[in-house]
């Protein structure tokens, strides 16, 4: 059994140091693509770390744009450059941590062989509001003045945008997932062979949150999709966009999750929840 963990970060070295030592059992490799805006000297910290590889093509990620995709996707072909085989890879960020041991995450990956894990909603039928996520057209990666304006302009006077395959199954949720390499190689392969496609994703709000989703359940592959991504995120009651911190007095409800990862985490703001974690649950 062989893991790859894919964190896509700009936040704490020292963070992400503690995740990766409580996973690096031999068995884990990590592939870090940290944010082309931030310096790699300040996570020079990591780089002698066994089983720890530096994502060479970085790409500034902004919030909702496709550079967050396009950060995943370079980790994945240079994955594949590497010539390592591994049975899963799962997708994180800087601020998230494991909740369940080393060796659970292994015997998890181990009895579940021949599944995907991700999950997803049907636009037509659970998520209405990702339809305007395609149907409109975002500036996010566009760095230039007024951009957010020119949007509304631009949307005002243009017809609807048309997703390039209308006979696709559209959903999507959230970013992260626990797929098998072949799988998550999959959809890296549809997009390098599609430029259309490409071009028509960086302009989506957020595609991250469902190019996988999508490109997956119009694939071979559907079959094999449990729509559980097994990791636990705090959301604030009544909904919102960004997940809060989890703090010391989230204990409990750690414990009691099934998940293998949680988020979102931050030692600054409170490092007592990582030793509660640690102590009880890593061991």
Request: net charge neutral.
């Amino acid at each position: 059994m062989r893991l790859a963990v894919i964190i896509i970060t700009y936040t704490s070295a020292a963070q992400i140091r503690r995740f990766i030592e409580k996973l690096n059992n031999g068995y884990f490799d990590f592939y870090i693509h940290l944010d082309l805006k931030v310096d790699l000297a300040t996570h020079a910290v990591l780089m002698n770390m066994p089983n720890v590889f530096f994502v060479q093509n970085r790409v500034g990620v902004n919030w909702g744009g496709y550079t967050t995709m396009e950060a995943t996707l370079n980790s994945l072909r240079e994955l594949k450059q590497s010539g390592r085989k591994y049975d899963f890879v799962h997708l994180v960020t800087g601020q998230d941590y494991p909740i369940k041991a080393p060796q659970y995450i292994m015997d998890f990956c181990e009895h579940n062989k021949g599944k995907e894990f991700i999950n997803y909603k049907f636009y037509k039928t659970e998520w209405n509001e990702g339809m305007l996520r395609i149907e409109r057209y975002y500036f996010n990666d566009i760095k230039m003045k007024g951009r957010f304006r020119i949007a509304e302009f631009v949307n005002s006077v243009m017809p609807k945008r048309k997703f390039p395959y209308p006979d696709w199954v559209l959903c999507g949720n959230e970013t992260f997932w626990s797929l098998s390499q072949e799988c998550a190689q999959y959809v890296v392969d549809v997009i390098d062979n599609d430029k259309k496609l490409e071009n028509y994703l960086r302009l989506c709000w957020a595609p991250d949150e469902f190019v996988f989703q999508t490109v997956l359940m119009n694939s071979p592959f559907k079959d094999r999709i449990v729509n559980n991504n097994y990791r636990f995120i705090n959301w604030p009651e009544g909904g919102g966009v960004r997940p809060n911190f989890f703090m010391t007095g989230d204990f409990e409800r750690i414990r009691a999750s099934e998940a293998l990862f949680a988020r979102k985490f931050d030692m600054a703001k409170d490092h007592v929840i990582f030793d509660l974690i640690d102590e009880n649950l890593l061991k």
